[in-house]
């Protein structure tokens, strides 16, 4: 069983996060709860959690400060940030804290699960590495090849010597000065079906064989499984169609014969073999971003580099057009498109990488959000299905703003038409335990502690869904009640009355009156 912490400065959001976690029946419990940041790190140290969720506004510090502090002492606890708003600011100094998701008040049951369960897969990687992955790596491979490239991956030996060692067991030539990039498969979700010890260590090594041998079909490669759902693979003298046709190649494969998701992250290239350590690390960072972009993604560095490092401000027009995204408001979309690609068309190409790049991530992020496919299957090219890599083989200005424009204008139409679709299941709860309850003394603050949602946002959003604002709709659907129980003629009024929220009988027919045109018991004559 893990441990969690919730940190909110609000009582009534982490009773409700309390109740979110146990509907989502995953093996966690909570283990504290904390209203400011002294208490959240003061709890952090004692009760020693393995997972976190901090709110970014607290009364005393930021959770993001929070979280600098717990990953300054070397934790790598997995942390979940809560906000009432979205932020790019926070979003980028949350990747930097290496969070695994960023999630926006309130909260849904769907939205926590998904959040919490990549939490959990974080815990059992990280166990499984203080375990001691190399030990499960020399027991699994007899392969030198595989050896020898980790040797150099992770620095166990001197270049010269693994160099010399895979010269001995790989197909092509291994040249100083050759080009390289390094790809990190992620293995997503390993199936539940699939049980812990030998079972689960079988299906890893089907994984990276397969893996590896789908990428040898496109090019010239060598790899190594590094944990039983990961696999590296170095990729010589390779440009930009043959890393999207390799990931391509492994996934396609991987999702054909063992119908499975598979997240690649991609390395800069690295101008030698000394360098490749480096890549290494690069691949990996960008594969563990898949938290933010979603799952089955192929991620290059360079993109999560970009929106760690760079300080750019983004425009207010930036930010109304991702906010009308989210609305899915694409005629708008279109509109501030066209004058924003206009003012892009002027920066030089590098900037405009990097104000796009910053833009599709949050984006995807939108996307991720709501579960959303952007295109029909018979519409779709490879760049459509990797977005962050089409973009970064691009270095024409005009070509990455017809892409993002593009791609941008298709997710909002996405988003539109789903939500125009589905009515919010939270509100129908709402309706529901409303008519459960007209015997109570029902109020807009009993309903707001039932959802675990703020009054102030319960009555702006309950008119936006349901057409009506509470008080007229709690009005009407007493008097609906009371005038099916008032053809019940073995009812007495008064009995109708308390069973719709009225403690005084002549209230209620005076009541009934104004809002009907009859009293009670001309209702019943009327109708009987």
Same mark, same amino acid.
């Given at each position: ?39 959240? /790190?003061? @709890?952090? %140290?004692? =009760? ?7 709110? *970014?506004? $607290?009364?005393?510090?930021?959770? &993001? ?14 942390? /979940?940030? @809560?906000? %009432?708003? =979205? ?7 949350? *990747?930097? $804290?290496?969070?695994?998701?960023? &999630? ?425």
């Amino acid at each position: 069983m893990l441990r969690l912490l919730i940190v909110d400065d609000e009582f009534h959001i982490r009773e409700g996060l309390k109740h979110l976690v146990a509907q989502t029946g995953l093996p966690i419990e909570i283990a504290a709860f904390a209203e400011d940041g002294e208490t959240a /790190l003061r @709890l952090f %140290g004692e =009760e020693r959690p393995d997972i976190a969720i901090l709110d *970014i506004n $607290l009364p005393d510090m930021s959770g &993001l400060e929070v979280a600098r502090q717990i990953r300054e002492r070397g934790e790598d606890t997995p942390l /979940l940030f @809560l906000t %009432g708003y =979205e932020s790019l600011t926070y979003i980028r100094e949350a *990747i930097g $804290l290496q969070a695994v998701d960023y &999630l926006l008040k309130p909260v849904a049951n769907d939205e926590l699960a998904i959040g919490l369960k990549r939490a959990q897969e974080s815990v059992e990687k990280n166990r499984k590495a203080v375990a001691g992955w190399e030990h499960w790596n020399g027991k699994q491979r007899s392969n030198a090849q595989e050896y020898a490239l980790l040797d150099l991956l992770l620095q166990r030996r001197s270049v010269e010597d693994t160099i010399g060692d895979l010269h001995d067991w790989i197909r092509f030539p291994l040249e100083p000065g050759t080009p390289y990039v390094v790809m990190c498969c992620d293995l997503d979700v390993i199936p539940s079906r699939v049980s812990a010890g030998d079972e689960r260590q079988l299906y890893g090594y089907a994984f990276s064989k397969l893996a590896m041998e789908a990428a040898s079909m496109v090019a010239g490669t060598v790899g190594a499984a590094i944990a039983p759902d990961r696999v590296i693979i170095v990729l010589p003298n390779v440009d930009g169609r043959t890393i999207a046709a390799v990931s391509q190649q492994v996934r396609s494969v991987l999702q054909d014969y063992m119908d499975i998701s598979v997240t690649v992250g991609i390395s800069a290239v690295a101008p030698n073999l000394n360098r490749l350590p480096e890549a290494y690390r690069e691949a990996l960072r960008a594969a563990e971003h898949k938290g933010w972009v979603g799952n089955g993604q192929v991620i290059p560095y360079e993109s999560v580099r970009i929106v760690e490092t760079t300080q750019h401000a983004l425009l207010d027009k930036e930010l109304i057009l991702i906010s009308e995204i989210r609305a899915g408001n694409d005629g708008a979309v279109v509109a501030i498109l066209q004058e924003w690609s206009a003012q892009l068309a002027e920066l030089p190409s590098r900037q405009v990488k990097i104000m796009a790049t910053q833009l599709v991530l949050f984006v995807m992020r939108v996307v991720q959000s709501q579960s959303l496919m952007l295109l029909p299957e018979d519409n779709r090219d490879e760049s459509w299905h990797d977005p962050l890599l089409a973009l970064n083989q691009m270095h024409n200005a005009n070509d990455m703003i017809r892409f993002v424009t593009n791609y941008f204008i298709q997710v909002g139409r996405c988003i539109r038409d789903s939500r125009e679709a589905v009515v919010p299941r939270m509100f129908e709860q709402a309706k529901t335990w409303i008519r459960e309850h007209l015997h109570e003394d029902v109020s807009l603050i009993g309903l707001s502690r039932h959802l675990h949602l703020s009054p102030k946002y319960l009555s702006s959003r309950f008119k936006q869904v349901t057409g009506e604002c509470f008080a007229d709709f709690l009005t009407r659907v007493r008097f609906e009640r009371a005038r099916e129980l008032l053809l019940d003629s073995e009812r007495k009024v008064g009995e109708v009355a308390e069973a719709v929220g009225f403690g005084d009988t002549n209230y209620f027919s005076i009541a009934f009156k104004k809002n009907t045109g009859f009293t009670p018991t001309e209702f019943r004559k009327r109708y009987l």
